[in-house]
């Protein structure tokens, strides 16, 4: 199977005054897959989705989304994407039904509204004023508002922030629905379990620039390979010898302590270092109350590249 193009992106530039918001970005996003924006705050993110949705002018660079030129020919690519409008664009006095119904009229071709209700879980909201929805739900609206015009390519600017856990993984949800629908979707996020968990594939970016691009799987492998095996010892007293002892263990790296008095064992060989604690533990010569493992990800990825967290 040989993927399609949906969006390519050529070497955009975008200063503000000194400031260089996008110092040179380029990928290409495929027909059917998620993409993720994944970097802190300042990476240049919102900027490079505006420009590539044609609402932001670049210094320069080129789009083309599905073989549609976004800068010479802005009206005729905006008509194959949906764009997520930030709360500011809503009539606060319009109900959810009103404001869907309005958003349908600008554009050519629009999903019944009934229907995006229904896609959405917002029925029963259908008559309420959008200043009275929750967070939740003024997200959900916005999704709906995404997929008026029945695009197929999707936009959404950090879907989820600022939401609870449960209202995340049901927006989750509807992003994955998306998907599946054959749409081709490209997100913001600052969360890496949310890029872990819906994109096919993630640009890491950070000042402006992408520093790494993959899968996550592949981005992991590749910048933080192995995980962090934690072990607390039954007599906290033992702990400075115990890790010494730890130390030569297979697969061992490096070897910390907690504050809590956990141990921690960042190993490149998992099964074998647990396998060798386990050893340890059943000869009785390392005594310890409990073992937990965490597998690295996103956030240990981009430590690595750029020796700073994604959220400080
Ligand atoms: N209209 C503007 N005028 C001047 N500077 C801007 C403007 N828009 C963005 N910037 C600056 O460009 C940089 C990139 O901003 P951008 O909004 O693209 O970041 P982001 O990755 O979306 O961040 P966040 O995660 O906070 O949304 C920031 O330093 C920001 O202050
Ligand atoms: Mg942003």
């Given at each position: 199977m040989t993927a399609t193009v949906a969006i390519e992106v050529h070497d955009l530039v975008k200063r503000y005054g000194d400031l260089v918001a996008v110092g040179g970005v380029s990928f290409t996003v495929y027909q059917g897959e998620t993409f993720g924006l994944l970097g802190p705050n300042g990476a240049g993110k919102t900027t490079t989705l505006e420009i590539i949705e044609g609402l932001r002018r670049a210094d320069s660079g080129r789009v083309v989304v599905q073989g549609i030129d976004v800068f010479t020919h802005p009206r005729k690519a905006r008509e194959l994407m949906g764009v997520q409008l930030q709360?500011?664009?809503?009539?606060?006095?319009?109900t959810v039904a009103e404001t869907i119904a309005t958003f349908g009229r600008f554009h050519q071709k629009s999903v019944p509204v009934e229907q995006l209700l229904a896609r959405l879980q917002l029925e029963e909201k259908a008559?309420?004023?959008?200043?009275?929805?929750?967070g939740g739900q003024r997200q959900r609206l916005s999704i709906a508002l995404a997929l008026v015009n029945d695009p197929q390519i999707v936009f959404l600017d950090?879907?989820?922030?600022?939401?609870?856990p449960q209202a995340r993984r049901n927006l989750w949800d509807i992003i994955r629905s998306i998907r599946d629908e054959g749409r081709t979707v490209i997100l913001t996020t600052h969360y890496m379990d949310e890029a872990e968990e819906l994109c096919d594939r993630v640009a890491i970016m950070d000042q402006g620039k992408i520093i790494a691009i993959d899968t996550p799987v592949n981005l992991i492998q590749t910048y933080a390979p192995g995980a962090k095996v934690y072990i607390t010892p039954?007599?906290?007293?033992?702990g400075e010898r115990i890790a010494e002892q730890l130390r030569?263990?297979?697969?061992?790296e490096g070897v910390g302590k907690n504050g809590n008095g956990e141990i921690r064992l960042d190993t490149e060989q998992l099964e074998a270092t647990v396998g060798a604690l386990v050893e340890l533990g059943r000869g009785g010569e390392v005594q310890y109350r409990s073992m937990r493992i965490e597998v690295s990800n996103l956030e240990d990825v981009f430590l690595k590249l750029t020796g700073r967290r994604l959220r400080e």
């Open positions: 709360e500011a664009g809503f009539f606060e006095k319009l008559r309420t004023l959008v200043e009275n929805l929750s950090e879907p989820t922030t600022g939401l609870d039954h007599r906290e007293e033992e030569s263990l297979p697969g061992v």
